[in-house]
């Protein structure tokens, strides 16, 4: 069992950066590839960003590469979403999730969840 609680979501103009955290519970962290996912109101939910479970593989989505960053830190039990120059259409709730699957790639493939944390940017 992981459990998970988003942190660092607020309010920021156009330009501006944020970053986001995602602390995770249980002595097992380092087992799972985590990601980070957003949902706009009235869209569906949508990946951002993944790292293995290792740190040595990375995946973006195409709307966020070059500006935001994903990193983890097995110490810690942490992964975080650097984000900078932020765009008013990354306004979203911020969601990370857990993964046992190798190669995650959908919604689907993550096993937990945390309960989000609120990401709006003013143009």
């Known amino acids: 069992q992981v459990q998970l609680v988003e942190s660092g979501g607020g309010l920021v103009q156009a330009g501006g950066s944020l970053r986001l955290s995602c602390a995770a519970s249980?002595?097992?962290?380092?087992?799972?590839?985590m990601g980070w996912f957003r949902q706009a109101p009235g869209k569906e939910r949508e990946f951002v960003a993944a790292i293995n479970w290792s740190g040595g593989r990375k995946d973006y989505a195409d709307s966020v590469k070059a500006r935001f960053t994903i990193s983890r830190d097995n110490a810690k039990n942490t992964v975080y979403l650097q984000m900078n120059n932020l765009k008013p259409y990354d306004t979203a709730v911020y969601y990370c999730?857990?993964?046992?699957?190798?190669?995650?790639?959908?919604?689907?493939?993550?096993?937990?969840w945390g309960q989000g944390t609120q990401v709006t940017v003013s143009s």
């Open positions: 999730a857990a993964s046992s699957t190798a190669f995650p790639s959908t919604p689907d493939d993550y096993d937990y």
């Open positions: 249980g002595r097992t962290f380092s087992r799972y590839n």
